[in-house]
């Protein structure tokens, strides 16, 4: 499929040290992932969302699937990421 090799791609090019930083952070419980931002029409320069409105990862903690989401099939770092300890206060 062209979306799935697309999608590889840029999780190649994501920094090691990103990924490491935003699992811990995922541990520690205080991130939530909230929609996709993934625009999918960004190669013919439009704007299009898949409309997925909450991340759930596709595999075991610890794999590469769950990292990715479940509904939209996109990378955990195109999803809206709200931080409890930064900023949000209820
Ligand atoms: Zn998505």
Redesign the pocket.
């Known amino acids: 499929m062209e979306l799935d090799e697309y999608n590889k791609e840029e999780i190649i090019e994501m920094h090691p040290q990103m990924e490491a930083t935003a699992l811990r952070l995922a541990n520690s419980s205080e991130v939530k992932y909230k929609e996709?931002l993934?625009n999918h029409a960004v190669g013919i320069g439009g704007h299009a969302l898949?409309g997925?409105c909450g991340f759930m990862a596709a595999g075991e903690e610890g794999t590469l699937d769950a990292l990715k989401?479940a509904s939209?099939?996109?990378h955990r770092n195109?999803h809206l990421k709200e931080n409890k300890g930064e900023g949000f206060h209820y």
Request: aromatic share 12%.
């Open positions: 996709c993934k898949d997925c989401c939209c099939n996109c195109f």
